[in-house]
């Protein structure tokens, strides 16, 4: 005990100089946390409700959902809102919830989790909630394989041994195994045929049965490998949807879930199906937290995609997308790709998708090109791609082989000069696609690209 207090009260210290300097968005004492207690995060006195959000896409999104809804009821809520995930990260949200007696003085604690850390923090941190939005391969220096991290959350679930509630995708053919025999209560929220139409992608994110190695088919898909599935050789299938949404309808920006006990429309924050699925999954924590129908519709209304994932500016009738894609995330970048493939609007494409290690220290592989779908982006109402940064070749050398055009491909090394090859003039939408580590960059690319439109007009 003497240890804890010692890693509290000096984890308290760095983190009131840091937040004195204007760094509170820091998880450095989170670290000295666990560094000089390495159970931190069990002997910390935790609030009344711990949520954690996890899965390979969607859990920023809803996590923010999450925290505003709480703190919109009045609940004093502690959250890792820049995306510290991993153990510092939820040791300087649990360090945030007390007082330096280790009396807790929240309401609620938020976590984003990384999906790969949750078996060593969360048999610690011990949530009454976890949301696990899906399963999707990832980046091979991140996370593996589907099944590798398959393995990492449900060991979470297997060790919190019943306590916590799982909230699982009905629709993912692999996060809805998780917290099988565990005790844990299972909660499902999916989606009804809404007829996405998807494309075919070229990775098979689930290849066989998990259960018997049979083949795996679908009533119909929503994307990738999300949708109504069923085994050919036994008897696994989309489980049975406590929160089923009956009813989406992305131009009028409107979901309808359906319970055992009646159904009601939510507002969207975004037409696009992957984001209709994070509003689903809050609102099936919401209401199993109690909140009526009526309150998450009215608290819906008010939300948007966070700025970090998407933010957009009109100017003379065209609209500029800053849009996050992912570099290295096969399943993001690849939902991303056929998003804007099926979107029928005229667009031109500037691709800032580097991450900050490739610019000294070149990648762990290049295979994340080949397995993402750049086929998507092979389509007439895409009129242009503009690649940025210093892996630029590699890009346009996967858009070749994509069988995009050549005269499409723009290629500038130098990002500062994108602006000067957007050509707006008979075009609906821009979009910057940028890696979610570089949100400032592709925002002042987006707002770069606007100036310049308003220059030429200005002429």
Not at 289 to 318: C, H, M, N
Not at 331 to 338: I, Y
């Amino acid at each position: 005990m003497i240890r804890f207090y010692i890693a509290l009260w000096a984890a308290k210290l760095v983190d009131a100089i840091l937040t004195l300097r204007g760094d509170r968005q820091n998880d450095r004492a989170g670290y000295i946390a666990n560094r000089l207690c390495p159970d931190f995060m069990a002997r910390v006195t935790k609030p009344k409700l711990v949520v954690a959000i996890t899965g390979t896409n969607g859990k920023t999104t809803t996590s923010t959902l999450v925290c505003n809804m709480l703190r919109s009821k009045g609940k004093k809520v502690s959250f890792n809102e820049w995306g510290a995930n991993i153990n510092a990260g939820y040791s300087i949200n649990l360090l945030r919830c007390v007082d330096i007696f280790n009396r807790c003085r929240v309401d609620a604690s938020v976590l984003e989790a990384d999906e790969n850390s949750t078996c060593e923090g969360m048999p610690m941190i011990r949530p009454d909630y976890m949301v696990v939005t899906n399963i999707c391969k990832d980046s091979l220096r991140r996370n593996g394989h589907p099944e590798y991290i398959f393995d990492r959350i449900n060991r979470a679930f297997a060790a919190l041994g019943g306590r916590t509630v799982a909230i699982l995708n009905a629709n993912d053919p692999i996060s809805s195994e998780l917290a099988r025999n565990t005790g844990a209560r299972r909660v499902f929220f999916g989606m009804d045929d809404i007829h996405a139409d998807p494309l075919e992608n070229r990775v098979k994110d689930v290849a066989v049965c998990p259960r018997c190695g049979g083949e795996i088919r679908y009533h119909y898909r929503h994307y990738r490998h999300i949708g109504d599935f069923y085994c050919t050789d036994c008897d696994f299938a989309t489980p049975a949807m406590d929160y089923r949404a009956s009813g989406v309808d992305l131009d009028k920006g409107t979901i309808t879930v359906a319970e055992r006990d009646g159904a009601a429309t939510y507002p969207l924050m975004s037409d696009t199906v992957f984001y209709a699925f994070n509003t689903l999954s809050a609102v099936a924590l919401f209401r199993e937290l109690g909140y009526s129908r009526q309150e998450i519709a009215d608290f819906l209304a008010t939300q948007k995609v966070p700025k970090i994932r998407e933010s957009v500016v009109e100017y003379d009738g065209i609209r500029y997308y800053a849009y996050a894609a992912k570099g290295q995330n096969i399943s993001a970048a690849s939902t991303v790709f056929e998003h804007l493939a099926k979107d029928p609007s005229v667009k031109e494409l500037v691709f800032s998708l580097d991450e900050v290690q490739d610019a000294n220290h070149p990648p762990e592989t290049l295979s994340w090109l080949y397995e993402t779908d750049y086929e998507f982006l092979n389509v007439p109402q895409i009129r242009k791609i503009i690649v940025g940064g210093h892996m630029c070749h590699a890009h346009r050398l996967r858009l070749l082989l994509a069988g995009v055009p050549e005269e499409k491909i723009v290629c500038v090394e130098n990002e500062a000069d994108v602006p000067q090859y957007v050509d707006t003039e008979g075009i609906d939408r821009v979009y910057v696609l940028y890696e979610i580590d570089f949100v400032t960059k592709g925002q002042q690319i987006r707002d770069a690209i606007v100036e310049r439109a308003r220059e030429v007009k200005g002429k």
